[in-house]
């Protein structure tokens, strides 16, 4: 199935919301690297939809895992 179409279904069938990026979330995305020590951009936008929806993030990646611990007052996860 073509992604223009799988997506819209795919969140659908979730129930789940796409979040669109603010002005607040692009200016947290650029002081995340200084936090976490990576600049990978789609970590960063991740991070920051995070904290500034006040969300826990759910990932399984290890860099983002060991922020949270490091730094539990700046991120919350749910591991998967």
Same mark, same amino acid.
């Given at each position: 199935?073509?992604?223009?179409?799988?997506?819209?279904?795919?969140? +659908?069938?979730? #129930?789940?919301? @796409?979040? %669109?990026?603010?002005?607040? $979330?692009?200016?947290? !995305?650029?002081?995340? &690297? /200084?936090?976490?020590?990576?600049?990978?951009?789609?970590?960063?936008?991740?991070?920051?939809?995070? +904290?500034?929806? #006040?969300?826990? @993030?759910? %990932?399984?990646?290890?860099? $983002?895992?060991?922020? !949270?611990?490091?730094? &539990? /007052?700046?991120?919350?996860?749910?591991?998967?």
């Amino acid at each position: 199935m073509a992604p223009g179409l799988w997506f819209p279904l795919a969140l +659908r069938r979730a #129930g789940a919301k @796409l979040a %669109t990026i603010t002005p607040a $979330i692009a200016a947290e !995305a650029a002081f995340v &690297p /200084a936090i976490y020590g990576r600049g990978d951009p789609g970590d960063c936008f991740l991070i920051a939809t995070a +904290r500034v929806r #006040g969300l826990s @993030l759910v %990932t399984r990646d290890g860099p $983002i895992l060991q922020l !949270a611990v490091a730094r &539990p /007052a700046y991120l919350q996860v749910l591991e998967c």
